[in-house]
Nanobody, 120 residues
Framework: QVQLVESGGGLVQPGGSLRLSCVAS????????MYWYHQAPGKERELVAS????????NYANSVKGRFTISRDNAKNTVYLQMNSLKPEDTYVYYC?????????????WGQGTQVTVSS
């Protein structure tokens, strides 16, 4: 079955960097767009960044443009989120996500999330 496993979160000081990883299994990773979302307690998940299956196109939330970079390695079934110049307001749980469609509708696939805390 589809599995997405995030890692790389932690506590970092403002201005610091982290790289999140999401290892995928159970599907043809190289055919799927991939997404990173974040979520604060009691709030809805928000899209942070996306990347097409061939890495030809990326998109970012305005709040992270110029600081975060999404990338992928299809040979390793892994998508990354490089987070630089981190701010306290980047403190969230970060989730890896993708989806597909079947005759029954859309199937959403989420990882378990990884906590990022930016604090001095």
């Amino acid at each position: 079955q589809v599995q997405l496993v995030e890692s790389g979160g932690g506590l970092v000081q403002p201005g610091g960097s982290l790289r999140l990883s999401c290892v995928a299994s159970g599907f043809t990773f190289s055919s799927y767009p991939m997404y990173w979302y974040h979520q604060a307690p009691g709030k809805e998940r928000e899209l942070v960044a996306s990347i097409t299956s061939d890495s030809g196109s990326t998109n970012y939330a305005n709040s992270v443009k110029g600081r975060f970079t999404i990338s992928r390695d299809n040979a390793k079934n892994t998508v990354y989120l490089q987070m630089n110049s981190l701010k306290p307001e980047d403190t969230y749980v970060y989730y890896c996500y993708t989806f597909d469609r079947s005759r029954y509708g859309r199937n959403d696939y989420w990882g378990q999330g990884t906590q990022v805390t930016v604090s001095s």
